[in-house]
Every structure is written in C-alpha cells, then in structure tokens.
C-alpha cells in the first residue's frame, strides 16, 4: 500500500485535510509536523502514526521521508517549509504537494521542473482553494482563446479565514502587489486596479492582489499577462493603499511579530457551520486583443474545497497519475479537475456580453 505523508496536520486547515483524508484515502497516512504536543492528540485520536520534526536540518526530513510516497504539505507560511521538504523529496523520490497560494514559492517550484524530473518526482504547489479552482478556470478559458494575450481572474469568498492564512498575509503586508507582464512577475502597488466584476452575484467592486495565478497561469495557459482581483468593500481599497505608503514600517520585524501574536490569539477560523453556509464565486476573462471571453465557477466555502481538492490530488499522486516535474492543478489535471467535486459549478466560456442559454 501507498504512504502519504501529511506535514502541519494539526493546524487548521491541515485537519480538515487529515479528516477528509482518513475518510477517502485507501493509503496508509502518516501524520507529521514541528510540535509533538499538538501532533500526538491528533494521531491518537485517528489512531494513525505521527512522526514529530522540524525541517532545519535535511537529513533528518530525509530519514523520515523514507518510504514515504508522497508529501503534502499543509504547514505554512510555505516560503519556510516548501524548499526544505522539495529538497528531502529529491533526494528521496517522494512526491511532493502543497496548498501554498505564495507567489514566490509557485515559481521557487518551478525553477526546479528539471531537477523534479531527473529525480522522478512530481512537484505540485497550490492544490487548494489557492490555486485549484482560478488555474482550473484559466486553463478552460485559455481553451476556448488558445492564442490569448491578456488574462484576469478573481474570486468572491464568504466566509472567515484561518489563523495561518491570516499569518501568511500578515508576512507580505508591505510588499506591495504583483501581476505578469509579458511573462514576468512585476511588482506593483497594492492598489494596481480596481474594476467592478460579476462574479456571478451582481457587480461589486474588486482590487487586484498578489495571488498564487500570478505565477500559475501563466505555466498552465502561456498568456504573457495576468492579472488577479478579489472583491473588496471600498473601505479596504483606502486601506490597501495605506499600506504602500506605511510599508518601511509594516516590514519592520517587531510590527511583524506584534501583528502575528494578536492573530495567534484572536484567530481560529470558520466553524463547521459556516463552512457548511459558506460558499466562493470564481470569474476569469481572457482576450487575444480582438475577442474576449468570460467563465464564472460557484464552489463551497474554501477550506471545504482544499480539502476536497488536495486528498483527491493526494489519492491520484500516489496511483501514478500525477506527470513527473513541476505541475499546476490544471497541467497535471486537466482544466475539468475543480468540476469534479460536490458543490461545483461552471458557466463555460463565452463571448464577454452574451448571456447564459437556458437550453
């Protein structure tokens, strides 16, 4: 039978990882992270084995990657742990996943694409809500416009967030934003563009952000020029563009632990009620400079959906389904993979101002 590790099991969206896993996975699951007091309770109570380790020193991840067929790796921020666990899985030929939504890491990953493949692994970042069902979208759109140049995404979330995402935004707070501009990541203010967007709920204002298609999208799809936008109260825009003018401070390493220690005290993240109410809208728009097309996708709330998507990521790694290399969701997948799961829905691609056939 297969091994799956799964490292930062015991923070929050690393359970409902574990949970789901135990429930779906016909796979020996071993559960992993820094902290043998937080680990253990967690292990014993899925009566699974735990191996407690820090990832400072690659030998020691070595020795308790062996025999392990795949790694997902649920602990973040990733730009700390992602590298290290790449590096044991080389060396061991152990599979590697994660649910980072980092922009630096996605393309740390990719510069590795031939060192993956040498050891004959694969290396699949972002099998989350960050970047599952947005390069899921950009891969159908890209489809229906194969010789796009400009593409734009975004989502539309309901609900609350984690302790750990909440930390990870905390990182990058003063680093301003980032979009693709003829196939470079470029940095840009943290307010390079507002537009209203239908997400699939009517028009709401919407700012662009550094996520995880930044880097993605343009691997999955080519298009030299992407840009991703959230929905935003207008009051978060002033906010945002407060940032760049605060950034010297912000990136301070004292404000950055103040920051991080009211999160660790006032976060916990969406209960099982709101993750059961919650739910995401997903729009991209891609265009080849004479036509433009659009595509919405409606999903459950986001953790529900990363746990969904990164088991089923998990389960066809370890069946030998997942290319060798470095892998986008949609590269290793196909652009139908987020259709698969309970609770997706897509409006397929179509000219920018028609509308949905009732047919």
Excluded at 135 to 163: I, V
Excluded at 186 to 203: L, M, P, Q, Y
Excluded at 216 to 236: D, L
Excluded at 313 to 329: H, I, K, S, V, W
Aim: one cysteine or more.
């Amino acid at each position: 039978m297969t091994t799956l590790l799964i490292y930062g099991a015991y923070g929050y969206t690393g359970r409902l990882v574990t949970d789901r896993a135990v429930d779906e996975l016909d796979a020996d699951l071993v559960l992993a992270g820094r902290s043998p007091s937080k680990l253990e309770p967690l292990a014993d109570e899925h009566d699974l084995p735990s191996r407690a380790f820090t990832l400072d020193h690659r030998r020691v991840v070595e020795r308790h990657l062996d025999g392990v067929d795949a790694v997902l790796n649920c602990a973040g921020p990733f730009s700390r742990t992602a590298d290290s666990l790449v590096d044991a899985c080389v060396e061991t030929g152990t599979d590697y996943l994660d649910i980072t939504g980092e922009i630096e890491v996605f393309e740390a990953l990719a510069a590795r694409d031939a060192e993956a493949e040498e050891a004959d692994i694969a290396v699949l970042p972002g099998v989350g809500f960050d970047v599952v069902p947005t390069d899921c979208l950009a891969a159908h759109l890209a489809e229906a416009l194969p010789d796009a140049t400009e593409l734009s995404l975004g989502f539309q979330a309901f609900g609350s967030f984690s302790r750990g995402t909440v930390r990870t935004a905390v990182e990058s707070i003063g680093e301003g934003g980032a979009i693709r501009r003829d196939g470079r990541v470029t940095a840009v203010s943290s307010v390079h563009e507002t537009r209203r967007i239908d997400f699939g709920n009517g028009e709401t204002l919407a700012v662009t952000i550094p996520w995880g298609d930044v880097a993605t999208a343009y691997h999955s799809t080519g298009v030299p020029n992407v840009q991703v936008f959230t929905a935003v109260p207008e009051r978060a825009v002033q906010a945002l563009d407060a940032t760049d003018r605060l950034a010297p401070l912000l990136d301070r390493e004292w404000v950055q632990r103040t920051l991080s220690a009211v999160v660790d005290r006032t976060m916990v993240g969406p209960d099982a009620d709101e993750r059961e109410e919650g739910k995401a809208l997903v729009w991209g728009e891609i265009g080849d400079g004479e036509e433009t097309y659009e595509a919405r996708l409606r999903t459950p709330e986001t953790y529900t959906l990363t746990a969904m998507t990164a088991v089923e990521a998990a389960r066809r790694t370890l069946a030998g389904e997942t290319p060798t290399g470095y892998q986008t969701p949609s590269s290793a997948f196909g652009a139908d993979f987020v259709t698969q799961f309970e609770g997706v829905e897509r409006e397929d691609a179509r000219p920018v101002g028609t509308t949905v056939s009732d047919d």
